[in-house]
């Protein structure tokens, strides 16, 4: 808590929309381990994202900030403050924002029932959609003991995945240099490992499974940074994914239709749009 509560804190005076267009509206919104506090945070998109949507519901699924790193060393540029204060910002508003800690933000688990400036603290909770599904929400680090099995891949998953995320954001820098996208080395390679992707199939099978159990009709997590709507025979899994690497979201639609939005697709094809648009002009 103190390196927390060390943070220099600024009122964000001028939050700008992006110029010239509305906001995307939908009826929720789900994001989670954005890992404020370390330096593979993807706050830039994040903002872009904040700033380009809007929804009645706002869920943040955990892992928000990352109080295991800012533990052993304070890292919190400007960035990352802001997506802190838009974050406030839109529940004053009135944006109903639900925040569930994960196993990074542990130490928000203490809060739960509690209310921080618009902000609800739930350890779960039931999301009922437009079209009338009831979908528990849930962080997802509450299953890791089922996967004891996979423990041992977990613990040499960790180091690995640190030195790739190092090396995703050279790959990066690089690449915005040559005016290149944005591009995540590390979901290719987990789609290319065998045992990343046998984990995460056994991952969702036991989430889905656990739905079936509770007879309620999906499930919506975060934590194993891999964003995923998967059907298990009635149940519905959900992923929002991460904004380490793939920065992603889950969206519901006034309707009731659940999507993943990857940001970075996103940014491109604007981007895309307005070039065309500065040609025609
Ligand atoms: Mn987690």
Redesign the pocket.
């Known amino acids: 808590m103190n390196a927390i509560s060390a943070i220099p804190m600024r009122p964000m005076d001028k939050v700008e929309p992006k110029r010239g267009t509305e906001r995307r509206r939908f009826r929720t919104i789900w994001i989670s381990?954005i890992h404020l506090g370390t330096r593979g945070c993807n706050a830039g998109m994040l903002i872009d994202f904040l700033d380009t949507v809007d929804s009645q519901t706002l869920y943040l699924v955990?892992?928000i900030i990352d109080g295991w790193q800012l533990k052993k060393r304070v890292y919190w540029p400007t960035a990352h403050n802001d997506v802190v204060w838009r974050i406030m910002k839109r529940a004053r508003r009135g944006t109903r924002v639900i925040y569930i800690p994960?196993?990074?933000d542990e130490m928000f688990r203490q809060f739960t029932g509690l209310n921080f400036g618009g902000v609800e603290v739930r350890r779960k909770k039931i999301h009922t959609t437009a079209d009338g599904r009831k979908l528990l929400v849930l962080?997802?680090?509450e299953f890791d003991a089922i996967m004891l099995a996979h423990r041992w891949l977990a613990v040499v998953g960790d180091a690995a995945y640190t030195g790739l995320m190092a090396l995703n954001r050279h790959v990066n820098r690089v690449r915005r240099w040559l005016g290149m996208p944005y591009w995540s080395l590390s979901r290719m390679a987990k789609h290319k490992v065998k045992n990343a992707v046998a984990f995460i199939s056994r991952f969702e099978e036991i989430v889905a499974h656990e739905a079936e159990r509770r007879h309620i009709d999906g499930v919506v997590c975060?934590?194993i940074h891999t964003a995923e709507i998967r059907q298990f025979g009635d149940v519905t899994y959900y992923n929002d994914g991460d904004w380490v690497e793939g920065c992603t979201a889950l969206v519901e639609h006034f309707d009731g239709t659940m999507e993943v939005l990857h940001w970075a697709d996103e940014m491109a094809r604007r981007d895309a749009a307005e070039a065309a648009l500065e040609i025609a002009a």
Request: glycine share 36%; hydrophobic share 0%; charged share 25%.
């Open positions: 381990d955990g892992d994960g196993n990074h962080h997802g680090d975060g934590h």
